[in-house]
């Protein structure tokens, strides 16, 4: 069964599963995804937990015996295994087929793991549990998302926000819902009244958001040159090194030169995207960025990234940020070149 975070809760009032599988790349909502089933265990006389890592190191004797060394008198037990965020060797994956069969009601497990791709959700040791369990997937919500879930973490609160405080809140807490958290836990215990208007934010708190290069590169992807520059200007506010920046988005547009090159060979645009193990939510920013990158166009991008990056390793007195920007926006708004 799936349950979003924001369900468990209920789906705790009404019973604990065997197994829960918490997988996701958002921190705070894993963490208080396990923390509620535990809360729910030890409430139900689960009181010891033992917690193991997957990794080469485990001894898979010391898990299956915390499953198997139970009596009349012995505590109930909460076992967590925390997976790596690679994906599983195959040996490991068949010591977790042989634990399933172990498990029985005195028993609670949480499977603490990395985002997954439809692939391994479909890996015949994740269903095993599955199909036994409740699966929470713990995701970072997007740029689209984060504002509906930042108004119903506000009402969950008990806070009352306006529109542009919802709005506000989202853009100072993108890609930080810890900060997130702290904040509206702050404006509790400053508005007892709840209410959340643009004025009381400005006043009490600051910005939190805090961008990655893959939101940057996510931005030139779907043509947003706006939030482009937004991300920009934090990066060298932050002292980020350019460099990174050059790797991860030179990384991006050799991808894409390939992509084009398969599909100037006949490859349809489906089994090109298969082949790149592109997310299914990836797939529509893009294919509008191939329909506007061609092939010499994206060459002409990589020449413009090498030559920004020699100025940053050779003339220590340039101002690399601008032209970083300039040509984030070509990328991202290519008929530019046509001027």
Same mark, same amino acid.
Not at 264 to 273: D, E, H, S, V
């Given at each position: ?25 958002? #921190? ?26 997957? %990794? ?27 997976? #790596? %965020? ?19 009601? %005195? ?39 984060? #504002? ?23 853009? /100072? ?60 200007? $934090? ?24 992509? $084009?090159?398969?599909? $100037? ?8 995207? %298969?082949?790149?193990?592109? /997310? ?40 690399? /940020? ?18």
């Amino acid at each position: 069964m799936r349950t979003y975070p924001e369900q468990l809760p209920q789906r705790l009032m009404q019973g604990l599963v065997g197994n829960y599988l918490i997988f996701g790349n958002e #921190p705070l909502l894993k963490q208080e995804s396990a923390e509620a089933v535990i809360q729910k265990g030890k409430s139900e006389g689960f009181e010891e937990v033992h917690r193991f890592s997957v %990794d080469a190191q485990l001894n898979w004797n010391d898990v299956y015996d915390s499953c198997q060394a139970m009596s009349l008198f012995s505590a109930r037990q909460i076992i967590i295994l925390n997976l #790596p %965020d690679n994906a599983l060797t195959t040996s490991q994956a068949n010591s977790l087929k042989e634990l399933q069969p172990l498990l029985h009601q %005195d028993i609670l497990l949480i499977l603490d793991g990395p985002r997954l791709n439809k692939k391994q959700e479909s890996a015949k040791w994740f269903t095993l549990f599955a199909n036994q369990g409740t699966y929470v997937p713990c995701n970072t919500p997007d740029q689209r998302q984060l #504002p509906k879930f930042v108004e119903n973490r506000c009402h969950a609160l008990g806070l009352k926000p306006d529109h542009e405080s919802v709005m506000m809140l989202s853009q /100072w807490h993108e890609g930080n819902l810890m900060a997130l958290a702290q904040s509206l836990m702050k404006l509790q215990l400053l508005f007892p009244d709840g209410n959340l208007t643009l004025p009381r934010l400005q006043e009490s708190l600051s910005r939190h958001n805090h961008f990655t290069p893959f939101q940057l590169t996510d931005a030139m992807i779907e043509g947003k040159p706006k939030r482009v520059v937004n991300i920009l200007r $934090q990066f060298e506010g932050e002292g980020v090194e350019i460099t990174i920046l050059l790797r991860v988005i030179q990384k991006e547009l050799v991808q894409l030169c390939k992509m $084009q090159e398969y599909g $100037q060979n006949g490859m349809p645009l489906g089994k090109i995207f %298969d082949h790149f193990k592109v /997310w299914q939510a990836r797939r529509p920013p893009l294919t509008s960025a191939l329909h506007r990158l061609t092939l010499p166009k994206l060459m002409i991008l990589l020449g413009k990234l090498n030559d920004i990056e020699l100025m940053v390793k050779t003339d220590y007195g340039s101002q690399p /940020w601008s032209l970083l920007a300039e040509f984030c926006i070509l990328f991202s708004n290519p008929v530019s070149q046509q001027r």
